[in-house]
């Protein structure tokens, strides 16, 4: 993985008190190759030496650190990923049959509502919005 990502990373843990451990590292590069959210079973299926309440700990560890974001999926497995700030700016595709998260690059063109969407709301609520995720429900290609 790209080495300033790493040094990203390190200094969040840092920031929070924490090192960057071993297993936290092996976490990092699971995430940063899969390119969709994955699940804590999916983690331990491609990292066999970790145990379950290691991989819970050390997650909950680098989502505080802001290193990783949470995401609910379609089934009772909350998925993870790199923060968005880490990796650019994304939405996610949640199937309501298998439970998968991909993700998914709005167009640009989509983008912009969004934008323009969320100053109608600030006009009309006075809620000042800083950010946006958009998660669509459905079926995945496999389980349509
Ligand atoms: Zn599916
Ligand atoms: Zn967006």
Same mark, same amino acid.
């Given at each position: 993985?790209?080495?300033?990502?790493?040094?990203?990373?390190?200094?969040? !843990?840092?920031?929070?008190?924490?090192?960057?451990?071993?297993?936290?590292?092996?976490?990092?590069?699971? @995430?940063?190759?899969?390119?969709?959210? +994955? *699940?804590?079973?999916?983690?331990?299926? *491609?990292?066999?030496? !970790?145990?379950?309440?290691?991989?819970?700990?050390?997650?909950?560890? @680098?989502?505080?650190?802001?290193?990783?974001?949470?995401?609910?999926?379609?089934?009772? #497995?909350?998925?993870?990923?790199?923060?968005?700030?880490?990796?650019?700016?994304?939405?996610? /595709?949640?199937?309501?049959?298998?439970?998968?998260?991909?993700? #998914?690059?709005?167009?640009?063109? @989509?983008?912009?509502?969004?934008?323009?969407?969320?100053?109608? +709301?600030?006009?009309?609520?006075? #809620?000042?919005?800083?950010?946006?995720?958009?998660? /669509? +429900?459905? @079926?995945?290609? *496999?389980?349509?």
């Amino acid at each position: 993985m790209a080495e300033d990502l790493q040094a990203t990373v390190a200094a969040r !843990l840092r920031r929070t008190g924490q090192r960057y451990t071993l297993n936290r590292r092996a976490l990092v590069d699971i @995430l940063a190759a899969s390119g969709r959210p +994955v *699940s804590i079973p999916e983690i331990l299926v *491609s990292r066999h030496r !970790l145990a379950q309440s290691s991989a819970y700990r050390n997650l909950t560890v @680098l989502e505080q650190a802001r290193v990783v974001r949470r995401v609910e999926g379609g089934d009772e #497995f909350a998925r993870y990923e790199l923060a968005e700030d880490l990796t650019g700016h994304h939405h996610h /595709l949640v199937c309501s049959s298998c439970g998968a998260v991909q993700d #998914f690059t709005a167009p640009t063109r @989509l983008e912009r509502t969004v934008d323009r969407v969320m100053a109608d +709301v600030a006009a009309s609520t006075g #809620f000042t919005s800083k950010a946006h995720s958009l998660r /669509l +429900v459905g @079926l995945c290609r *496999s389980c349509a």
